[in-house]
């Protein structure tokens, strides 16, 4: 039985699927926006929630955990200094989904995944 078993497979072994996973959150933090399959979206989505979630709480502790998941300092520092401080206002739904259409070669729903930008006002 699967109860209580979060998280989908993605067709992938435990070490490939998270290793992708860390590579495809460190890129969206890098560059805000990435595209993929909606599967794997909505994978990163709650991977990135949580570690926006600990860029908040800003501590040593916190960036220890993040830095066990992003290998790129530069992306942990950015994470810690630039995208946390813009969401302390907001309390989860860091990022948007959009489907974007259908991929080419074998039908895939594609999808773009991004950090919800803040408005003018509210920013720092």
């Given at each position: ?41 909505k ?18 502790s ?13 992306v ?7 995208i ?41």
């Amino acid at each position: 039985m699967r109860h209580r078993k979060a998280g989908r497979k993605l067709n992938r072994t435990m070490a490939h699927r998270q290793m992708m996973l860390r590579n495809m959150v460190t890129s969206l933090f890098r560059h805000e926006r990435i595209s993929t399959t909606l599967p794997k979206a909505k994978e990163v989505r709650r991977l990135a929630d949580r570690l926006i979630t600990l860029g908040k709480r800003g501590d040593l502790s916190a960036r220890r955990q993040a830095l066990r998941v992003i290998n790129d300092k530069g992306v942990v520092k950015k994470l810690f200094e630039e995208i946390a401080p813009r969401y302390r206002d907001r309390s989860g739904g860091y990022t948007h989904l959009y489907r974007v259409g259908f991929r080419r070669g074998d039908g895939a729903p594609m999808s773009v995944i991004e950090l919800v930008p803040v408005p003018k006002e509210e920013a720092p």
